[in-house]
């Protein structure tokens, strides 16, 4: 670990905070990835059920 | 085959799958060597102090918080012009990732600027117009959740988008037009007398290079969503009238 001096609280805020922030943009987009492509898939079942 | 089949829906969600994971695979090599590098292996700033490490995150941020709304502009500009259901797509999934890189510029500005010029925000030029393009992203973001009609929340986006540009080109530029603001210049020049030491340079603009490739990643990624979204709008809408 370097030796942060005076200023580690602020210099490890901004890379914690930063790094959450890009951690939660892709969990975001996978969560609404998967629950969009379920949705979808249960949708095109329904279709082709109703075709039979 | 010609630039805009691969925008096609159906080629656009095959060659996107084959993509990806070397665009997220790449994005994290370049932003685990570059902020490797630049916490760990690059020396304190002669009047800075340690802060000046803030610089591999604040940087990439704020400019890809820029070009991102600029992105937008174009891909709403391609919706406006030829009616390319993709490009309205692209815009809308870039939103959201133009926001994180907002808020990442936001806040590491912030907490650099406290102990380097006394505060925390300053409504100087440069700060208060990327306050404004924050503003916007959330309008943009808010305006296409508040429409249920596609197509219109398409074109009212894409109007909100090219009004928004104008301050996502002032804050690039603000530092130019304006010299009393307590934003230092530009960071990032192809002019090799104005950019910093090589010793912070090479590490920043790795990290500059895992930013831009993430979101890229990250759009392309939305985007496949959207898509997949609007089918799921269209079929419900179809079976309801069933």
């Excluded at chain 2, 700060?127 to 197509?151: M, N, Q, R």
Aim: charged residues 15%; contains cysteine; aromatic residues 14%.
């Amino acid at each position: 670990m370097p030796d942060l001096g005076s200023y580690a609280t602020e210099v490890g805020l901004a890379y914690a905070v930063s790094l959450a922030l890009l951690g939660g943009i892709i969990l975001l987009s996978v969560i609404r990835a998967r629950r969009v492509a379920r949705e979808l898939d249960a949708a095109v079942g329904r279709r082709e059920r109703r075709q039979e | 085959m010609t630039f805009w089949e691969f925008a096609n829906p159906r080629v656009f969600m095959g060659w996107t799958e084959k993509v990806l994971p070397w665009l997220f695979g790449i994005a994290a090599l370049f932003l685990a060597t570059g902020l490797v590098w630049g916490f760990f292996f690059t020396p304190d700033d002669f009047r800075q102090g340690s802060t000046v490490k803030i610089i591999y995150l604040h940087v990439p941020s704020a400019f890809m918080a820029i070009n991102a709304w600029i992105m937008m502009l174009v891909a709403s500009l391609i919706w406006l012009v030829r009616r390319h259901h993709v490009s309205a797509l692209v815009a809308k999934a870039a939103a959201p990732v133009g926001i994180t890189m907002t808020l990442i510029a936001l806040f590491t500005g912030a907490i650099w600027g406290q102990p380097m010029w006394g505060t925390w925000w300053a409504w100087e030029p440069r700060l208060t117009s990327f306050f404004i393009l924050f503003l916007f992203y959330l309008g943009y973001v808010a305006l296409w959740a508040a429409i249920e009609d596609p197509d219109q929340a398409a074109d009212l986006t894409s109007i909100l988008c090219m009004v928004g540009s104008v301050f996502a080109v002032l804050s690039r530029y603000a530092v130019f037009f304006w010299n009393q603001g307590l934003h230092q210049g530009a960071t990032l020049s192809l002019d090799a007398d104005e950019n910093i030491a090589d010793v912070f340079w090479y590490p920043l603009l790795i990290c500059l290079a895992g930013f831009i490739v993430l979101f890229i990643a990250l759009v392309l990624y939305r985007t496949r969503t959207e898509i997949r979204a609007r089918r799921l709008q269209a079929m419900t809408l179809r079976e309801r009238m069933a």
